[in-house]
């Protein structure tokens, strides 16, 4: 009788310690898991989801998401007062699904898929486009590290697009990855879940505006810059020739769609690279100057910072992957189109840059184009503002877009009234919005003519932040549980490095215009 006694109290008290063990490790799992890291083993991971519903939820999210799709047979949802990324959609893509289509229109399976070639070119398009004139300027200053950062920096933009890719997956029950986030701020705000479900969203919103609205700012003061120096002799400052590339963009503010400008984008990129190729012709022709001793092993420590950001500012293209690769008709592909991309802008801003660093050495102007001689220099200046012009309305339109989402079309919790009538006509007003943002472009172009140290500072308040400091901390966040040591190593590197170079930058740059204005250096 006695044994049996001992046998039963002895049965309750293990159960007892099992339970409470149980519990003790749900709730370090459970504190892990809202802090956003998800449980590091597998009896962390069960305990927590014996105990927490959100497992349970993100089970049954994706299999009702996966319902859902298949029985609307293709019609887009939008959720009447709901805003976008909110708590409904952290980790199982049961929050509202993005409404890229204004009124109506079928999913992302019935529209036209791109290959990954087409792909790569939109890449090339973003990572090789005007800024690349800034390079030699950063050789000027940076000498063999300059050259260097410009590897590093394709490196780590490479890196750093393929894991924001992966911050839009999840693995299901079954471990298969399943795309559960479509952009750029859906990442942002599952981040930020559950107290602040809005709060990345806004933080990415407001890096965006300002990266494209300072792109548009780059594109009119480069427009005035060469035009200028194409005609010394025009009795016609640097600002009146932006205040005519100006009004030659005013009709941008009539754009309801991209269709019309994207007929212009093969032919505007084609000519960017006979321009490159004429420029390094030149330069070649011209080798046996060169002046190898002038690329110096130590850096200007107060322009160097300056250059870091020309150089991160010419990579980006983080802002659009998420779109580019949903719209892939083999998304496995990404990766490789990524790499093929990245190598190639490395090899040819490289080569870009030092080539015509050695050509003119210390004369090295911050748009290289004005050391050319001045009957080559005309030609090539015309077409470069050509292309500044055609380049102008995309970063012009994924601004207004961004805008007129987070402030007028929020789902009916907008701060201002929708800009569009019910037929879907611009008003007036919304009209003399879009205008006040091109001449705010032209604004700021004529205050602040200094194409290099624009760039840089752009490139560092912003370009680092998107391109470096934000993907390395999202990936820790949401995938923290699939990570190995040397991604966990990578990505604290990368958010360490970054955010060092965008402080430092920042600064000098800010110095370099501060000092531009005090002694009214032009460029």
Known sequence: MAHLIRHKLSNKLTNAAHTVS?????????????????????????????????DYDYRQGMQMDV???????????????????????????????????????????DKPKITSWEAGWNVTNAIQGMFVLGLPYAILHGGYLGLFLIIFAAVVCCYTGKILIACLYEENED????????????????????RFPALGGHVVNVAQIIELVMTCILYVVV?????YNSFPGFPVSQKAWSVVATAALLPC?????????????????????????????YCLSRAREWAWEKVKFYIDVKKFPISIGIIVFSYTSQIFLPSLEGN??????????????HISACVLKGLFALVAYLTWADTTKEVITDNLPSTIRAVVNIFLVAKALLSYPLPFFAAVEVLEKSFFQDGGRAMFPDCYSPSGQLKSWGLGL?????????????????FALLMGLTGSLTGAGLCFLLPSLFHLKLQWRNLLWHHVFFDVAIFVIGGICAISGFIHSVEGLIEAYRYNIHD
């Open 67 to 109: 319902l859902q799709g298949d029985e609307e047979g293709g019609e887009e949802v939008e959720g009447e007062g709901e805003l976008e990324g909110d708590s409904h959609y952290q980790r199982d893509g049961t929050g509202p699904r993005p409404s890229s289509l204004k009124t109506g229109g079928s999913l992302d399976e």
């Open 223 to 227: 427009s005035g810059n060469l035009m």
């Open 253 to 281: 503010a009539f754009l309801k769609n991209l269709k019309a400008v994207s007929k212009f984008s093969f032919l505007c990129t084609l000519a960017h690279f006979v321009i490159n190729i004429l420029v390094i012709a």
């Open 22 to 54: 149980n519990k003790s490790q749900a709730k370090v799992s459970g504190v892990f898991a809202r802090l956003g890291f998800q449980a590091a083993t597998d009896e962390e991971g069960l305990g927590f989801a014996e105990c927490d519903d959100l």
């Open 175 to 194: 471990g298969i990855k399943v795309r559960v986030r479509e952009s750029y701020v859906d990442i942002a705000n599952a981040c930020c879940m559950p």
């Open 434 to 450: 879009r205008v006040a943002l091109v001449v705010f472009t032209l604004l700021m172009a004529v205050f602040v003519p200094h």
């Open 328 to 341: 892939m008709q083999k998304p496995s592909e990404f990766h490789c189109m990524m790499e093929w991309t």
